[in-house]
């Protein structure tokens, strides 16, 4: 999609999310898709002047849970166009688009000892996710470090000849944190990516350090609220993407919550992650929104439960969620296939209901 498409099926989707409110009661600055730079100056500016900024717009941000290119799903890296089929459009639709990459980004290195899954995809599972309007991802999971040190070189450096933005992960603990910085109509967002899942015999290899390369562990409580107090300065919209919870587990453990409110406590606005394989509730706390789990997006054995996903727009406006909608889709072949009508109603319901043992307020106050 270009930059207007992109822009203008932003627009429409505020307009989707405004109906539902109603109806319901690699580091560093760079630009997205559809987002805005301040304008050049048409000349010197004067002594003690500063060039005009960019008036922030509301804006539209699209989350998706764990995505993988395991099984079935392999093969479509080899149309990498075309690999997340129909919900690219959903996804596209957003000013920004996230999700979780369940996978390490190699075709060598060891598989992790003990480890009953391990997931590892090329890199061109950078092309799929860009073609499919994600616009930035995070590899802080239980799965980034499938293929141990070897695969973490071989990502690091896929990371880096594709350009991707990638939270989560890097070659020392600095760069594992380091916010991903972005402007976006005028609104300077700052994305931190981390896990709370790790498995014990792993947890001393896999976690990056001032001195080793791994994922950014949100173990480490005390590294991760700096972590968000650092993304905070300069920024207008801190996003923290997690990997948090229990498998199968429909609420939020005891630790997921007091991270949330440490995190919401360092200037985190907007709490999103997942590793539950199925959705869990979100909603809004302490002028942040927090969601608790996405559930399975682009995930090769998703069945029953497993099998119900979904997108989920934010609208933010002057740094704060004002309205929040679940797209609801089922997992096909690998595949999440946005559901229609009653369907999707009933779904819609049910995803709502999840809110219930979050602790969490339906509506911003």
């Known amino acids: 999609m270009t930059m207007r498409g992109k822009t203008v099926a932003a627009a429409a989707m505020a307009g989707t999310l405004a109906l539902a409110a109603a109806a319901c009661g690699s580091s560093g600055d760079s630009e997205a898709k559809g987002a805005t730079s301040p304008p050049a100056p ?14 922030k ?45 369940e996978t390490a980004i190699t075709t060598g290195g060891t598989k992790a000892p003990g480890k009953e899954f ?11 996710l860009k073609a499919a309007g994600v616009d930035v991802t995070s590899m802080a999971n239980n799965h980034g ?6 695969g973490l070189r071989d990502s690091l450096t896929a990371i880096k000849r594709t350009g991707f933005p990638t939270v989560g992960i890097g070659k020392n603990a600095d760069e594992a944190f380091r916010p991903y910085r972005v402007t976006v109509k005028g609104n300077k967002l700052a994305i931190v990516g981390a896990t709370q899942v790790l498995d014990d015999n792993l947890i001393q290899a896999w976690t990056a350090t001032d001195t080793q390369g791994g994922l950014a562990s949100a173990k480490d409580v005390p590294r991760m609220v700096q972590a968000v107090k650092e993304a905070r300065k300069g920024s207008d919209v801190v996003i923290v993407h997690l990997h948090w919870g229990a498998e199968l587990e429909p609420c939020p453990l005891p630790r997921q919550k007091e991270l949330a409110e440490k995190l919401i406590a360092a200037g985190a606005d907007i709490l999103v992650g997942g590793h539950a394989h199925i959705p869990l509730g979100g909603g809004y706390q302490d002028g942040a929104y927090v969601h608790y789990g996405l559930g399975n997006f682009v995930f090769y054995s998703a069945n029953g439960k497993t099998a119900e996903s979904g997108v989920l727009y934010l609208k933010v406006e002057n740094g704060k969620v004002t309205k929040d909608k679940w797209d609801p889709a089922r997992i096909s072949g690998g595949l999440p296939i946005p559901l229609k009508g009653a369907e999707a109603k009933s779904a819609v319901k049910r995803w709502n209901g999840l809110r219930q043992c979050t602790g969490l307020d339906a509506r911003p106050s």
Do not use: C, Y
């Open 42 to 55: 048409s000349g010197e500016p004067s002594a003690g002047t500063k060039p005009a900024q960019p008036a």
């Open 145 to 150: 470090m499938d293929f141990m040190e070897g």
């Open 118 to 128: 391990a997931f590892r995809a090329p890199p061109s599972a950078f092309k799929a």
């Open 57 to 101: 717009e509301p804006i539209i941000l699209a989350f998706g849970g764990d995505t993988h290119f395991e099984g079935m799903l392999r093969s479509r890296l080899s149309k990498p166009k075309t690999a997340f089929g129909p919900i690219a459009k959903k996804l596209s639709a957003a000013d920004l688009a996230m999700v979780n990459l």
